[in-house]
């Protein structure tokens, strides 16, 4: 059972890891799940990480929430590498670490916002002004899973779980 959670995070102090933090220690308490910032630095590399992971095996961390920041999704491999490791169940953002082994993700389609992204970037270079151009907000999140690294950390997902997610990687 879940009773000892960190939150990776580059900085806690920032306006968006505040808020995100926030929200996860709402949900937490209501579980009974105790939940910290767990800082890797602002020029995260594997050192930094090793150093963390280390810390929280330490500290009997029993579940790990991944910041949705760039630099994690440029180390994926190394966070999910350690979080195998250690045995330590983590939940990230984006589908892209599942893919490289992680437990499980629930977020934003990645490649859809960078499609968007290329979308806008023409339209400005045919002449649009930036207001002219809508803002569009993601409304689809995608719940991926992992049964192969669920098994390895003895984890098994419920029925339910396995019956809404997006994928499923086997």
Do not use: C
Request: no cysteine; charged share 20%; aromatic share 8%.
């Amino acid at each position: 059972m879940l009773r000892n959670a960190r939150f990776l995070v580059t900085d806690d102090t920032t306006h968006w890891a505040k808020i995100v933090f926030a929200v996860l220690s709402q949900a937490a308490q209501q579980l009974n799940i105790s939940i910290r910032a767990a800082v890797v630095g602002n020029a995260p590399d594997l050192p930094a990480y090793e150093r963390v992971f280390q810390q929280m095996a330490g500290e009997r961390v029993d579940g790990l929430v991944v910041a949705d920041g760039a630099e994690h999704v440029v180390n994926r491999a190394s966070i999910v590498r350690l979080a195998a490791q250690y045995r330590m169940p983590a939940m990230y953002a984006f589908r892209e670490f599942v893919h490289a082994g992680g437990l499980l993700s629930y977020g934003i389609d990645l490649a859809d916002s960078a499609r968007r992204m290329a979308d806008m970037t023409v339209e400005l270079l045919n002449g649009k002004r930036p207001g002219q151009i809508p803002f569009y907000q993601q409304i689809k999140f995608e719940l991926v899973l992992n049964r192969a690294t669920a098994g390895a950390l003895g984890l098994e997902f419920p029925a339910n779980v396995l019956a809404t997610a997006d994928e499923v990687i086997e």
